[in-house]
T-cell receptor
Framework: AQTVTQSQPEMSVQEAETVTLSCTYD???????LFWYKQPPSRQMILVIR??????QNATENRFSVNFQKAAKSFSLKISDSQLGDAAMYFCAYRPNTNAGKSTFGDGTTLTVKP | EAGVAQSPRYKIIEKRQSVAFWCNPISGHATLYWYQQILGQGPKLLIQ????????DSQLPKDRFSAERLKGVDSTLKIQPAKLEDSAVYLC????????????FGSGTQLSVL
């Protein structure tokens, strides 16, 4: 079974600084997707960034980027120029690329942004 | 584009009572998911529908939980009877198809069982 581990229950960052959230996963599949979701107090999960396992290039979305290390099964999220609105729970998720693949989520990291 | 709608937003019941949650996915999305998110944990899949058929319900406690998706659109998740450990946020998500990697989530229903 696939597992996703987020080893940092809480992180904090100063506004405008950079922070990195860690994620490791375990799978025997070779073709899959990895995601970072943001969950604010409104509870709605919002997709931040995604990475296809077959792509070596790290995904980037504005201030958000990932460091994908396939051999090490590591998928960290870097948030640059942190803003107050970035404060939320962040979940790492894995999904195999099969027709009925289901997503497995980590237990989340609570990010606090200090003004 | 309208998002995934869920109701109610909050529900408080006593143990052994029954409760139902409703979800309306994004129009045209064939795949619908129900997740349970216990406080301090990530969402865990309960059941996945493709149109009105069940694809995966391996994690659904079938002795007390049931779900249906009549006509392949709206879905209802029911708990009967509820236990204290069912206290959680129940999230509904949809995707264009079960091969689609992008999930769209609703805002969930927060259930408290007293």
């Amino acid at each position: 079974a696939q597992t996703v581990t987020q080893s940092q229950p809480e992180m904090s960052v100063q506004e405008a600084e950079t922070v990195t959230l860690s994620c490791t996963y375990d799978t025997s599949e070779s073709d899959y997707y990895l995601f970072w979701y943001k969950q604010p107090p409104s509870r709605q999960m919002i997709l931040v960034i995604r990475q296809e396992a077959y792509k070596q290039q790290n995904a980037t979305e504005n201030r958000f980027s990932v460091n994908f290390q396939k051999a090490a099964k590591s998928f960290s999220l870097k948030i640059s120029d942190s803003q107050l609105g970035d404060a939320a729970m962040y979940f790492c998720a894995y999904r195999p690329n099969t027709n009925a693949g289901k997503s497995t989520f980590g237990d989340g990291t609570t990010l606090t942004v200090k003004p | 584009e309208a998002g995934v709608a869920q109701s109610p937003r909050y529900k408080i019941i006593e143990k052994r009572q029954s409760v139902a949650f409703w979800c309306n996915p994004i129009s045209g999305h064939a795949t619908l998911y129900w997740y349970q998110q216990i406080l301090g944990q990530g969402p865990k899949l309960l059941i996945q529908f493709q149109n009105n058929g069940v694809v995966d319900d391996s994690q659904l406690p079938k002795d007390r939980f049931s779900a249906e998706r009549l006509k392949g659109v709206d879905s209802t998740l029911k708990i009967q009877p509820a236990k204290l450990e069912d206290s959680a946020v129940y999230l509904c998500a949809s995707s264009l198809d079960r091969g689609s990697e992008k999930l769209f989530f609703g805002s969930g229903t927060q259930l408290s069982v007293l």
